[in-house]
């Protein structure tokens, strides 16, 4: 699980940091267009249709509003037909991610960021560690 924090101080929950950053057309070498994608809209293509959620569930994995998810997603699925439509690159940004470790309960959902075994604010000993992204 990972956060990532988009302009103005939004923060994004993704599953993981994207393996590969960069996609391009076979034997296109010249001239070629770049397609900047966002973590956040790769992570709403794996929800969406690599594991077959819901877009109440994707958003709500996320953390952000129905209506967000919606937008991330359709651009997400425009910047992907694009690529494989007019044979475009596709770079995924990573220069904005920061290797913050944040902690936060299962139970009560209280995020902090020191290390320790046990939520600061309900004792649950169920919590998980998340990477701040920014
Ligand atoms: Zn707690």
Redesign the pocket.
Known sequence: MFIIMVRPKKYRFVSAFPKILYFKPHGMLSELEEIEMYVEELEAIKLKDLDGLKQEECAKKMKISRPTFHRIYRRARKKIAEALINGKALKIERAAMVNKRVFE??????RWDQRGG???????K??RSNFMVR
């Open positions: 309960c299962l139970i009560c959902y209280y046990s939520c600061p604010k309900c004792g649950s169920k919590i």
